[in-house]
């Protein structure tokens, strides 16, 4: 299902939060007087999605916009913080040792291949080994 992107930011209005809700999987259910509730019947445990949410007809309040996106999974759908705010990119774990870099959660194969380039470099080698060589089975001279 594909979100739609607003310009403004989080939605804001009634029309927003409750267009907002139905793209997340909530259907609407039933109303009484100045609420509306609607109901998720696979509330998805990743975004922290609460089975039912209640969606006053007059939001006036930035706290009760905030709560009904954050129980709706709004934020962590959309990958961002309570504040509307994008959240900060996960940074890659490097590993060092001495002066070469020999993790970049990298595959066993193109880990050899680091570690093979790093001591031709050393040893002085002009000549590097490609790393399609050792797709196809290259082993270096020891």
Do not use: C
């Amino acid at each position: 299902m594909a979100l739609i992107k607003r310009r403004t930011g989080i939605p804001r209005s009634y029309r927003e939060v409750r267009e907002a809700v139905e793209e997340l999987g909530y259907k609407y259910d039933y109303s009484t007087g100045g609420h509306d509730y609607f109901r998720n019947d696979a509330p998805s445990e990743e975004w922290g999605q609460a089975r039912a949410i209640t969606i006053p007809s007059n939001i006036k309040a930035e706290g009760t916009l905030r709560s009904i996106l954050k129980d709706s999974g709004y934020f962590l759908a959309h990958n961002l913080k309570s504040d509307g705010t994008p959240l900060p990119k996960k940074k890659l774990e490097v590993t060092v040792k001495g002066d070469s870099i020999l993790d970049f959660h990298a595959s066993p194969l193109e880990k050899a291949w680091r570690k093979a380039v790093s001591q031709a470099q050393r040893s002085g080698s002009t000549h590097l080994p490609s790393f399609k060589k050792f797709e196809k089975g290259y082993k270096p001279e020891v």
